[in-house]
């Protein structure tokens, strides 16, 4: 409250400031115009009297300064605003200082300003079209050809042969990575922390068994794997998430640190090649590896569906084939929108006149992204549909959420902060353009006084 008194009291002392500064530059103005006509007026007159008398017009003289020029000596401020405060001392507007018309100019200036800034924000029909079309379309293949994992029951459900996309996803998984190569993956990419029971570990992780322990272990999230994993291997560790929410880092009994020395970065590559080699030999098994970033959901300690929380219910649904390769069947449906989306994009900029590389469809474009992000939304709104019929949550398309929260919060934030600071930056940019025209519009004045015969 404190600080809005102060900067309204700032604001007013400004204002008069301005009005009273800009009263002594209109009444100098006003002299000196009364004076420069008055000379032409003495002038004038001379030369017509010259001229009765049949006498020749002598050149006018150079103005030339007396001696160098002196720069006005300045006041204080406090001394500038006390002298306001005195001849203004009333409450003071903008209408003390400009004309309606002056406003009415000004106002129409700033709606340009912010008319040019919101261009490349503004959806067409075009835009609105190509996202509802894209999100429908990837909408309308989650529900008939991803549908659910394929699974024996779901807690209690009836058993379910998978959606078209799904099973082909797990098919083409097996086909790429039959037993025998599985196999020889398992024994040449061996890891710490693919520990199975909690017999041979020290402290028991929640949870922790044969079906669930790739859940639990982020050495095998296909993007946390990459950090705890190489963790894991050069520590002879594993990290580990309880169906509780507890974190845990534990030695592993007969797993060995590894020794680092001037080779470390060497020990870490290696490291990199056990874990993508160790997520090779279990992304096509029976169990298969988690979604990314499914571990974090051991955190959600809350909820109640048929007597099991946010935590132990993604757990029954891992279990239940909800696995990184149908992940990657829900994950069509993402691409499908990014390939529409932003080919649609990429054709409308041609079109409008941009050369290749001003219209490819990357790079953080404000339309593009404000039309990714109701694809995808509509494709998460028919997503959240599917889930609402059928009551399961197999039907969640999880890989459509994440990007649907990927546009969302960037988004957010732009609307709540990033769009103010942007059209603050945008407008600060035309004032700064505006004085730059004005400094040159002085300059190329200055530099026509000798032309005009006066020399400083």
Known sequence: MKDDLERRAREQDMLRVLAVQGGHAQAALESASKAGASADEAIAKAEAALRARG???????????????????????????????????????????????????????????????????????????????????????????????????????????????????????????????????????????????????????????????????LGHDPILGWIFGVWDILNGSMSTIGKDGSVLIQNVPGAEPVQLGV???????????????????????????????FALTQFLQFGDFKGRNMAELSQAMYRSGYDFRHFLSGGVCVALIEVIVRIAYFARELQEGKDFMAALPFGDNPRLRTGLLLAHTTAAAINAGKVAITKNPLSVNYAQWLAFFRYLLPQMHWLLVGKANARRRFMQGKLDDGWRDLDQSFKAEFNLLPAAGIVL
């Open 55 to 217: 006498m020749a017009l002598p050149p006018r003289p150079s103005v030339k300064a007396s001696g160098p020029m002196e720069m006005p000596a300045t006041r204080p401020w406090d001394e500038i605003i006390a002298e306001a405060r005195a001849a203004r001392p009333g409450e003071m507007s903008f209408d003390d200082i400009l004309t309606p018309e002056q406003q009415a100019a000004v106002k129409a200036r700033l709606d340009g300003w912010g008319a040019e800034f919101e261009a490349p924000h503004k959806l067409t029909a075009y835009d609105y079209s190509v996202a509802g079309v894209a999100g429908v379309l990837a909408g309308l293949a989650d529900v008939f050809l991803v549908q659910v994992p394929r699974h024996p029951g779901f807690l209690g459900s009836e058993a379910s042969e998978g959606g078209w996309l799904s099973n082909l996803m797990k098919d083409a998984f097996g086909s790429i990575l039959p037993q025998d190569k599985i196999s020889v993956l398992e024994n040449a990419y061996k890891v710490p922390y693919d520990v199975s029971r909690n017999g041979i570990l020290d402290e028991a992780v929640a949870g922790l068994g044969p079906r669930t322990h790739r859940l639990h272990s």
């Open 263 to 293: 080779d470390i970065f060497m020990r870490i590559i290696e490291a990199l090649q056990s874990v993508a080699g160790h997520m090779a030999s279990d992304v096509a098994t029976s169990a298969g590896l988690p979604p990314p970033l």
